[in-house]
């Protein structure tokens, strides 16, 4: 198994409390990116923050402004 393929099995959506997650099931809940939880997400922000974590899994370099995720 590549990189890549262990972090696409790492991260999943889920629905959340108050809309969408991406799950880390390394961290057994929210994916981190910085200190945010990436939790309260649309789908289309919930699939956008997935697929950012699958190509940089520690999530360093990736923030959150304004609603959007975005690479720094």
Do not use: C
Request: charged share 25%; no cysteine; hydrophobic share 40%.
């Amino acid at each position: 198994m590549n990189e890549r393929a262990s972090s696409q099995s790492r991260f999943l959506i889920r629905r959340g409390g108050n809309g969408w997650m991406v799950y880390d099931r390394e961290r057994k809940g929210p994916a981190l990116i910085g200190t945010d939880l990436a939790a309260n997400l649309t789908m289309t922000e919930a699939e956008r923050v997935k697929q950012m974590l699958i190509n940089q899994p520690d999530g360093k370099g990736l923030i959150l402004s304004a609603l959007v995720w975005r690479a720094a």
